[in-house]
Each structure stands twice: as C-alpha cells, then as structure tokens.
C-alpha cells in the first residue's frame, strides 16, 4: 500500500498536442485563478486591523495561506511532469518538504476553525476568554509542529538510508523519487489513518454540539452548524487525498485506456477543488469580509478610472 500526500504524475505517453494544451492550460488557468482570490483576501487582512485582531480570521488567512502554497508548487510539478522535467535532489525536496507542510497543515486548521465555531456557538460567554490571539498563535504553532514531526523524519530516512549519488542526481519530482524508502510508506498509512480519525472525529463531535444548541437557538447558532457541515465537505475532499494512490490503482485497472485522463480529473477533484472552496465557506459567507471585500474592489475600480 502507499499513500502520499501530494499528487503523483506518471510518465506521460504521447497525447495530442491540442490536449496536452488544453490540460495545461486549465491547470495553470485554475491555480492562478485561485492564487488572485486567496491574494485579494490577504490584502484585505493585512489592511484592516478588525481581522488581525479576532482568532477566528487569523484561522481563516492561515488556511488560505496552506491552500495558495500547496496550489502553487502542486501546479509547478503538474507543469513539468508534462515534459518529464528533471530537477536536482536539493531543489525537489525543498519543493516536495514545503508542499506537504501546507498539505498536512490544511486539515489540522480546518479542525481547530470547527473546534472555534464550537466554542463561540457553546459557551459564547467564555469564548472571549478561551480563544485570544496568544492562544491561537500557539494552536498555528502547534500545528506547524505536529506537521514538520509528520514529515521531516521522511527526509531524515533518506538522509540515512539512500547511497550519496542519489543526493547529486536528477529525477522528475514527486514524493516518491525524493523519498523512495519502502519504510516510509508504513510510516505514512499509520500517520495518515491517525489524522484521519482525529479530524473527522472533531467535525463530527463540533456538528452534533452545535446541532443540538441550535435546535433551541438564534439563527446565528443554525448558520454555525451549517458552516460545520461545509467543514465536514471540505474536510472529505482534503481527505481523499490519504487514499489517493489505491485510488489511483483502481484508475489504472479499470480505466487504462484512459489513464491519463482519469488521473488528470483525479488531480483537479482531490487537490484543487478544496482549495478554490475555502474563500466561499470562509470568506464570501462571511459578513464582516464580504463588506469589506467589496470595499476594496469598489476603491481599485474607482482608482483605475481616475487613472484613465
């Protein structure tokens, strides 16, 4: 069994040059899309003082920050493994080590946003108290922490393990060239099955919390338990990704004239998808950042006709 945690693209066989384009094009086109929404959401942050200062949007800007790395350097090797690229050893892992920092992070943050939900629509009068912004700057840390823990000893196994030719070559990037000990993919199903039952465990216990006051409660308290239920969305897409490569398998045996093809909508589905949702659950739905988004849209149309 192996999993992994970013996409693996195969040696291409021929295609035509027209789909060959076309799948470029719409990876390329997708992730800048979702790199210019993140971005405009991390300006509006950093300019206004009401978001850095309320956990629950410092959460929020974190997330986004997870899903702009993991889109950009996801594209970046879906891009080169097209022309079967080779890159050097060092370049590949900082590219690989970096890319499943963010990916690890994502599901861990969606957690504690779940967990910050709860708290605010359970116990609203100690939620000022519980979540400050020291407390959810040590949760960002921890969450750091608990990722590196997951994926550094990866790079340390190879360190230790791969003859020193391997550290000077050249291969077409993805985790599985970078860090070929067959050790490592026990180390990631154990690792992976554990996040797995700790996340979707904290969406499932958050929901029915929630859904049990707001049976009673404001329609504040039913907007909270929908948002978990877009969570607990967000949380299986991201998730597919732990079960990616018997995924992948079953493609391969079912689907081999259209290999290709069926793993390109594979990539797209498990790990661009959630990414382009989070600005809708998080931001657009909110009230506080949709105003202001459009504040800050309304002054860059204003500013570009004063400049014509």
């Given at each position: 069994?192996?999993?992994?945690?970013?996409?693996?693209?195969?040696?291409?066989?021929?295609?035509?040059?027209?789909?060959?384009?076309?799948?470029?094009?719409?990876?390329?086109?997708?992730?800048?899309?979702?790199?210019?929404?993140?971005?405009?959401?991390?300006?509006?942050?950093?300019?206004?003082?009401?978001?850095?200062?309320?956990?629950?949007?410092?959460?929020f800007?974190?997330?986004?920050?997870?899903?702009?790395?993991?889109?950009?350097?996801?594209?970046?090797?879906?891009?080169?493994?097209?022309?079967?690229?080779?890159?050097?050893?060092?370049?590949?892992?900082?590219?690989?080590?970096?890319?499943?920092?963010?990916?690890e992070n994502?599901?861990?943050?969606?957690?504690?946003?779940?967990?910050?939900?709860?708290?605010a629509?359970?116990?609203?009068?100690?939620?000022?108290?519980?979540?400050?912004?020291?407390k959810?700057?040590?949760?960002?840390?921890?969450?750091?922490?608990?990722s590196?823990?997951?994926?550094?000893?990866?790079?340390?196994?190879?360190?230790?393990?791969?003859?020193?030719?391997?550290?000077?070559?050249?291969?077409?990037?993805?985790?599985?060239?970078?860090?070929?000990?067959?050790?490592?993919?026990?180390?990631?199903?154990?690792?992976?099955?554990?996040?797995l039952?700790?996340?979707?465990?904290?969406?499932?216990?958050t929901?029915?919390?929630?859904?049990?006051?707001?049976?009673?409660?404001?329609?504040?308290?039913?907007?909270?338990?929908?948002?978990?239920?877009?969570?607990?969305?967000?949380?299986?897409?991201?998730?597919?990704?732990?079960?990616?490569?018997?995924?992948?398998?079953?493609?391969?045996?079912?689907?081999?004239?259209?290999?290709?093809?069926?793993?390109?909508?594979?990539?797209?589905?498990?790990?661009?998808?959630?990414?382009?949702?989070?600005?809708?659950?998080?931001?657009?739905?909110?009230?506080?950042?949709?105003?202001?988004?459009?504040?800050?849209?309304?002054?860059?149309?204003?500013?570009?006709?004063?400049?014509?």
């Amino acid at each position: 069994m192996n999993t992994t945690a970013i996409p693996k693209f195969p040696a291409r066989s021929p295609e035509p040059f027209s789909k060959v384009l076309s799948k470029n094009l719409l990876v390329l086109l997708l992730g800048v899309s979702i790199t210019c929404i993140n971005s405009s959401f991390i300006h509006v942050f950093s300019k206004h003082q009401i978001f850095y200062l309320n956990p629950r949007y410092i959460l929020f800007i974190h997330l986004i920050l997870n899903d702009m790395i993991h889109v950009i350097l996801t594209v970046i090797l879906f891009l080169m493994s097209y022309k079967s690229h080779k890159i050097s050893f060092s370049i590949c892992c900082i590219i690989i080590l970096i890319t499943l920092f963010a990916t690890e992070n994502t599901p861990l943050n969606v957690a504690c946003m779940a967990i910050e939900c709860y708290i605010a629509v359970c116990f609203p009068l100690r939620h000022s108290r519980i979540c400050t912004i020291k407390k959810t700057l040590m949760l960002i840390g921890l969450i750091w922490v608990t990722s590196m823990s997951v994926v550094l000893p990866d790079l340390f196994v190879t360190l230790a393990t791969q003859p020193l030719d391997f550290f000077h070559s050249q291969f077409v990037c993805n985790r599985q060239t970078a860090f070929p000990n067959p050790i490592l993919v026990k180390k990631r199903y154990i690792t992976h099955s554990v996040f797995l039952v700790i996340v979707w465990f904290t969406i499932f216990y958050t929901y029915f919390r929630i859904l049990f006051t707001a049976r009673a409660a404001s329609k504040d308290s039913k907007k909270a338990r929908n948002t978990i239920i877009l969570h607990g969305f967000q949380v299986l897409l991201y998730m597919a990704k732990y079960v990616g490569p018997q995924l992948q398998d079953v493609v391969q045996q079912h689907f081999l004239l259209n290999y290709f093809d069926s793993m390109f909508a594979f990539y797209i589905i498990v790990h661009v998808v959630p990414r382009s949702i989070s600005p809708i659950i998080y931001g657009v739905r909110d009230e506080t950042l949709r105003k202001y988004l459009k504040r800050n849209m309304l002054c860059k149309c204003s500013l570009m006709k004063n400049n014509c």
